[in-house]
């Protein structure tokens, strides 16, 4: 089975073959060079990478993250929780834009522009959450103590975080449903849709 490398041997190499086998197949010596490893790797970053997966995946992950700094700050008074709940949606806002414009550029050539229902309700969720990413900015930048104030403005500004949730989740849930529509189940992942 070849020599034994450690506990790595065990868990990273396929059974029957040994570690100079498995860097390099078809080499004696051992060593995998560098150079043949990166244009593999940046060959299959390429054929992978989607711009508005990537952009969509921020604010889908951000906007969670900021609701639970939200509550933490609500909960133990801790205005450094709310500090990061701002940076948060501060990089959501500038996410949204990139997710966007990719995400057309997608609808326009894999879709071809079709007038599909789900397009039309996701240019919609995304313009809503566009603008309570910039509404709740806008409170909180003009407020910088709206959370300890409280009052309507913080209810305001609490709200429109919070609906920034349901948004998201939907954002998220009819990408799923294009992406599924790309691969359906059963047949291989193509260049275009990895999933």
């Known amino acids: 089975m070849g020599e034994n490398y450690g506990w790595y041997s065990y868990i990273f ?3 029957g073959r040994s570690l100079p086998d498995y860097l390099a197949p078809g080499r004696t010596s051992g060593h995998r060079s560098d150079s043949m490893a990166r244009p593999r790797l940046f060959q299959e970053m390429k054929k992978t990478f989607l711009l508005h997966a990537i952009a969509a995946h921020f604010s889908n992950g951000l906007i969670p993250a900021a609701v639970l700094y939200l509550f933490l ?8 929780f709310e500090h990061t709940v701002l940076h948060l949606i501060l990089v959501t806002l500038f996410a949204v834009p990139v997710s966007f414009f990719s995400g057309m550029n997608d609808w326009k050539t894999k879709f071809r522009g079709a007038k599909a229902p789900i ?7 995304a313009g809503l959450l566009f603008f309570l990413c910039i509404a709740a900015l806008t409170i909180r930048l003009a407020h910088p103590d709206v959370m ?3 009052g309507l403005l913080s209810r305001t500004y ?3 975080l919070l609906a920034m949730l349901p948004v998201v989740t939907l954002l998220g849930h009819y990408g799923r449903k294009l992406s599924s529509q790309l691969c359906p189940p059963g047949k291989p ?3 275009d849709n990895p999933y």
């Open 189 to 191: 992942a193509s260049p």
């Open 73 to 80: 700050s609500i909960g133990t008074g801790n205005v450094f």
């Open 148 to 150: 300890t104030e409280g």
């Open 13 to 15: 190499i396929p059974s």
């Open 119 to 125: 397009f039309i309700k996701k240019l919609i969720l």
């Open 158 to 160: 609490a709200g429109m």
